[in-house]
């Protein structure tokens, strides 16, 4: 070797297309639009890796002892399982514009400047929250450490930027859909997206009042936010799905999708009052917000049983089972996650005992995970194997096994967790609140109770279950159809 002779570091476009090739991916298969789609899909990855990893503290309590502060991790933990479900919605949305509208993405420089604006910005705050959040609180803390306000404590810059990267989501989908062409799917994915924009908003400005306060940013955001926008959004996602991978016709996804936003607007908004109760409004929230809370899923489950039975009609020929089976698993977790479970916590006469205590915690990982992880696990095995070349994905494919393994322990990680904080739930319930009147001694009670201990135990061994879960499915994700020869079969759309 000669002495002038150097070594050549490669370059980031070298070290990207590598991976390609490793991955066995080609970006000449997607369009400008699910190229973008694939940053928001590996973004959610991470934030979902992220979840998990500061969910740790909550299954080990030495976690991390006397590096960071259990209220820094649970925040984290919170806000991560929130931002990796929106960064999928954003992806599958992103995925899907080109092909639903038949022409190019509009806006396309603006989109990925916000891709990159809303991953710095993720970034920044993060680790504001993980080194920065000793000290008073005043205006200059709200606008640049954190807003106090839990579930949405970004700093007020960080709001601004997330509600402008939404508007430029939004002027992508709009003028995409407006230079190509509008179906029934574009209108719902519309109008909703001006909710979706509209109501965090809601969360940016104070009162005095927190009675007030509260309104706004708890059940506007926090739940009106979710509770609709979100639903509508999973809807048209598991829509187009249905058509994508089944062959639906799409005046079956479509009659849903509008009966879907019927409901939503009529048993939703009226829903959302199963939390009035607790801040000072009529005695008639109580009837009106424990009856229609839920009504939401409905729709959903209903799609997906008539899409297979039309499938079923036509031999049931199926494209891609694992995102087959996670559509199902969605279809499910969003019935009894968000409608059984939440209507079995949310009817006033149960939530007098049950609010605050874990029997919440156990609504919130089934209804979380049931309604919005599966559907996005769904669509990145939808978009990965458009990405490997449309490869077979269907049954006796190249291990198999990881994805049904993943798909095991992820659902039965969670329904664990679910099921041991509700009897958790139920011994707070019934000591601390029926028996002990809601004191400090009720309480303490509860938490030492040998059925209490027991449940929270069994949480630990569910947690690391869906752990183990994960890091199987991030493995399936990055393996899945490599090597694979044939093709998977085009199934068309029935009429």
Not at 171 to 187: D, H, K, L
Not at 234 to 253: E, H, Q
Not at 431 to 444: D, M, P, Q, V
């Amino acid at each position: 070797m000669s002495a002038n002779t150097e070594t050549v570091k490669p370059s980031f476009p070298d070290k990207l297309k590598s991976f390609h090739n490793w991955a066995g991916v080609d970006d000449n298969t997607l369009n400008d639009g699910q190229k973008l789609a694939v940053k928001y899909f590996m973004g959610a990855v991470i934030l979902f890796i992220f979840q998990i990893l500061f969910g740790l503290q909550f299954i080990a309590p030495g976690f991390l002892y006397d590096i960071l502060d259990f209220s820094v991790n649970r925040m984290v933990h919170i806000n991560a399982m929130i931002l990796w479900m929106l960064y999928g919605f954003i992806g599958c949305t992103y995925w899907l514009l080109e092909d639903e509208s038949g022409t190019e993405i509009a806006g396309l420089k603006f989109g990925i400047l916000g891709f990159w604006v809303l991953s710095a910005a993720i970034t920044v705050v993060v680790l504001v929250y993980l080194f920065i959040q000793t000290g008073a609180g005043n205006d200059t803390t709200l606008w640049l450490i954190n807003e106090g306000r839990e579930y949405i404590e970004a700093p007020r810059w960080a709001d601004i930027g997330i509600v402008v990267v939404m508007l430029i989501f939004f002027y992508n989908v709009v003028m995409t859909f407006s230079q190509g062409q509008w179906s029934g799917i574009a209108g719902v994915l519309t109008l909703d997206l001006v909710a979706l924009a509209g109501l965090y908003v809601a969360g940016m400005f104070y009162m005095t009042n927190i009675t007030h306060e509260q309104f706004w940013w708890w059940w506007w955001v926090i739940h009106l936010w979710v509770e609709a926008t979100w639903e509508v959004l999973v809807d048209v996602i598991m829509a187009w799905s249905l058509m994508t991978i089944l062959g639906v016709s799409r005046r079956i996804v479509t009659t849903w999708l509008y009966i879907e936003v019927a409901l939503m607007f009529g048993s939703g908004i009226l829903g959302l009052g199963h939390h009035y109760f607790w801040i000072g409004t009529p005695e008639y929230w109580l009837t009106i917000g424990g009856f229609f809370s839920a009504l939401e899923p409905i729709p959903l489950v209903a799609m997906v049983v008539h899409a297979v039975y039309d499938s079923g009609e036509r031999g049931f020929k199926n494209m891609n089972h694992p995102a087959m089976a996670w559509l199902i698993a969605h279809a499910f977790g969003n019935f009894f996650g968000a409608g059984v479970w939440g209507f079995m916590h949310t009817l006033p006469q149960i939530n007098l005992y049950t609010h605050g205590t874990q029997w919440s915690a156990s609504h919130g990982h089934l209804a979380f995970f049931g309604a919005y992880a599966t559907i996005n696990i769904a669509f990145f095995y939808i978009a990965i194997q458009h990405w490997r070349g449309n490869v077979w994905m269907g049954a006796d494919s190249i291990n198999s096994w990881r994805w049904k393994w993943a798909l095991a322990l992820l659902n039965i990680g969670v329904l664990g967790m679910t099921i041991a904080l509700l009897i958790a739930g139920y011994e707070q319930s019934f000591i601390e609140r029926a028996i002990g009147g809601s004191t400090w001694a009720g309480y303490f009670a509860a938490q030492t109770h040998p059925s209490f201990m027991t449940a929270m135990h069994w949480r630990m061994l569910f947690g690391l279950v869906t752990a183990s879960g994960l890091g199987l499915l991030v493995w399936d994700l990055l393996t899945i159809g490599k090597g694979e020869t044939r093709k998977a079969e085009v199934i068309a759309q029935s009429e």
